[in-house]
C-alpha cells in the first residue's frame, strides 16, 4: 500500500503549482486581514478543501489510459487500494491543516498578538468538514467513474439543496418556526462542535470506506 | 502454472468459451484477430473481471481468490495499459521498491540503460517502443514465476521486438520453472518464442500445437484442381481456394510425401496455418 501511497504523492506532485498559488494566495490573505476569524476561516477551508479534493483527482489520473487496470495487476487488493485513498486524503487535509496553523501563528507573531482558541477552532473544523466531502465523493467516482462520479455528485447536491429550498419555503408558508434549531446549536460550545464533527467524519467515512470497498470488489477492471 | 477450464465470459456482442494450460518451463503463445478475446483471457486470468462460469487455477489457486501477495509472483504486461503518463521512471522505482518484495533494482536500472531509456521524461512522452520496453521490464524485474504479456510487440518496429522478445527469452533462461502465457495478432512474432500455441477465434480456441509438430509436420499441399479431386482429404485440415488451384493444409506431411509424390509440398510457417485455419474452408 505504500507503493500506492507513493505513486499518488508522485503525481500530486504535477499539481505542485497549484498548491504553491494555494500556498501563496491563502498567506498573502492572512497576513493582509486586520479582524481575522472569519476570513481566517475562508482561507483555512480554501486550502484545506483544494488539498484534500487533489486526493480525488488521483482516483481519474488512475482511470486515464485504462491505468486502473494495470494498478490491479501490481501486489494490490482492491480493499488497499480504497484505504490508500482515505488515507491520502487524511493526510492532505492534515497537512493543509498544519500550514494554515504556522501561517495564522506567524501572522500573531508578527502582529504580537495572541493564537485565539476561536482561531484555532475554525482551521480545525475545516479537517472533518473537507473529509466528510471527501467520503461522499469516493463511492460517486469508483461507481460511476472520475468524471461522471463528479456529474452524479453534483446531481446528489442540487437534489438536498433543492430539497432544502423546498422546505424553507414549506414552513415559510406554514409559519413553521425553525429557529429553535439556531438557538439549540449556538447552546453549544466550540469543543463540542469540533467533537461532533470529528464523529461525524469518522462514521462518514467509515460508511464511505465500505461502500467503496463493495463497489470496487463488485466491479469488473476492464 | 496456469490452468483455464472451460471460461465464458458473455458480453453484449461477444462470448468467449476457452480452456487452455501453461506449463512450467513453457513459453506458450496465444494468437488471434484483434478482438478475438486474447484480452479477455488475460483480464479473467488476473482477476480483473468475473469469469460467468468456468475455473481458472493461477500458480496453484482459483484466479478469483488470489491475493495481493500472490501477484508477487505474476509479472503482468497489458495492451493499452500501463502506469499513469504523468509519472516517470525515476517515479516508478520508488513505487515498485515499495509494492514488490523481490524487486532487482539493479537489474532494472541497468536494463532502462541499455534500452536508452529517459529516467526523468514522463511516461507520456515516450514512444511506443520505448513503453513496450517499459512495461516487460517492469513486468520482469521482480522474480515473477508465471508472466502474462498481452501484446507486448503490438506496434513495435523489428529492432524494438526483437529486443522484447530477447529480454523474455533471457528471463526463461534463468529458472526452468518459469512460465509465459504471451499473445500477439503476429503469428511470426512468435514462432522463434513459444513452446506451443493456441489459436483463439471468435472467443473459442480453434487449434492447439506444440511449436515443433507445427514446423515439422505441417504442410501446405499446392495443386491444381485436377490433382484436387484426386486428393485423399481424409488428413486435410483447411483448404483455400487460390489462382493456381487449391492450398491445403495437412499436419500429416509424411502421407502425401509418400502417396503424391507429383504434387507441390511446401513447409507452412506459422502466418500461413494461421491464417488457413482462421480463413479457410474446412475438411475433415
Not at chain 2, 529516467?119 to 517499459?134: E, I, P, V
Request: hydrophobic share 45%; aromatic share 10%.
Amino acid at each position: 500500500m505504500l507503493g500506492l501511497f507513493i505513486k499518488d504523492l508522485k503525481l500530486l506532485k504535477a499539481q505542485k503549482k497549484l498548491f504553491m498559488l494555494v500556498g501563496i494566495v491563502t498567506a498573502v490573505v492572512l497576513f493582509n486581514i486586520q479582524d481575522g476569524t472569519e476570513m481566517i476561516g475562508f482561507m483555512a477551508g480554501y486550502m484545506v478543501f483544494v488539498v484534500t479534493m487533489a486526493a480525488t483527482s488521483t482516483i481519474g489520473c488512475d482511470e486515464a489510459d485504462h491505468g486502473t487496470v494495470f494498478l490491479f495487476t501490481l501486489p494490490v487488493s482492491r480493499k488497499e487500494y480504497v484505504l490508500e485513498k482515505y488515507g491520502l486524503a487524511v493526510a492532505g487535509s492534515a497537512a493543509a491543516v498544519c500550514i494554515v496553523t504556522v501561517l495564522v501563528y506567524l501572522v500573531s507573531v508578527v502582529r504580537g498578538s495572541q493564537l485565539m482558541a476561536e482561531q484555532l477552532f475554525i482551521i480545525l473544523i475545516m479537517m472533518p468538514l473537507a473529509l466528510i466531502l471527501f467520503s461522499l465523493m469516493v463511492p460517486f467516482q469508483l461507481r460511476f467513474g472520475a468524471e461522471k462520479g463528479r456529474m452524479m455528485l453534483l446531481g446528489a447536491y442540487g437534489a438536498v439543496f433543492g430539497g432544502l429550498y423546498i422546505l424553507k419555503n414549506f414552513t415559510e408558508k406554514w409559519n413553521v418556526d425553525l429557529s429553535w434549531i439556531g438557538q439549540k446549536i449556538e447552546r453549544y460550545s466550540q469543543g463540542t462542535w469540533t467533537i461532533v464533527a470529528v464523529v461525524a467524519a469518522l462514521a462518514v467515512m467509515l460508511v464511505s470506506y465500505f461502500a467503496s470497498v463493495r463497489i470496487l470488489n463488485k466491479k469488473e477492471i476492464d | 502454472m496456469l490452468k483455464i477450464d472451460h471460461l465464458v465470459k458473455n458480453y453484449n456482442t461477444f462470448s468467449l468459451d476457452c480452456s487452455l494450460e501453461v506449463l512450467p518451463g513453457q513459453i506458450t503463445g496465444l494468437v488471434g484477430k484483434n478482438g478475438a478475446g486474447k484480452s479477455t483471457i488475460f483480464h479473467a486470468v488476473l482477476g480483473l473481471i468475473r469469469p460467468d462460469s468456468g475455473k481458472i487455477t493461477v500458480l496453484g489457486k482459483d484466479s478469483q481468490e488470489i491475493t495481493a501477495k500472490d501477484k508477487q509472483k505474476l509479472g503482468a504486461a497489458l495492451s493499452d495499459s500501463g502506469f499513469s503518463g504523468n509519472l516517470t521512471i525515476q517515479d516508478i522505482i520508488s513505487v515498485l521498491e515499495k509494492l514488490y518484495d523481490d524487486f532487482n533494482k539493479n537489474f532494472f536500472m541497468k536494463q532502462v540503460e541499455i534500452f536508452g531509456l529517459p529516467y526523468k521524461k514522463k511516461l507520456k512522452d515516450f514512444s511506443t517502443g520505448m513503453k513496450a520496453k517499459l512495461k516487460v521490464l517492469i513486468a520482469i524485474s521482480h522474480q515473477a514465476k508465471l508472466l502474462l504479456l498481452d501484446e507486448p510487440t503490438a506496434g513495435l518496429d523489428v529492432v524494438a521486438r526483437n529486443e522484447v522478445l530477447d529480454l523474455i527469452r533471457d528471463y526463461m533462461a534463468e529458472d526452468e520453472e518459469r512460465a509465459v502465457l504471451i499473445s500477439s495478432h503476429i503469428s511470426s512474432d512468435l514462432e522463434s518464442l513459444c513452446d506451443d500455441f493456441y489459436m483463439l477465434k471468435d472467443g473459442k480456441i480453434i487449434f492447439h500445437e506444440e511449436t515443433d509438430v507445427l514446423l515439422d509436420q505441417y504442410v501446405v499441399l499446392k495443386v491444381d484442381e485436377a490433382q484436387y479431386e484426386k486428393l485423399d482429404k481424409s488428413f486435410i485440415l483447411k483448404v483455400q481456394k487460390e489462382n493456381y488451384g487449391y492450398a491445403c493444409l495437412t499436419n500429416e506431411n509424411a502421407f502425401y510425401i509418400e502417396n503424391y509424390p507429383q504434387i507441390i509440398i511446401e513447409k507452412a510457417a506459422i502466418d500461413e496455418i494461421v491464417t488457413m485455419l482462421s480463413g479457410g474452408d474446412e475438411q475433415c
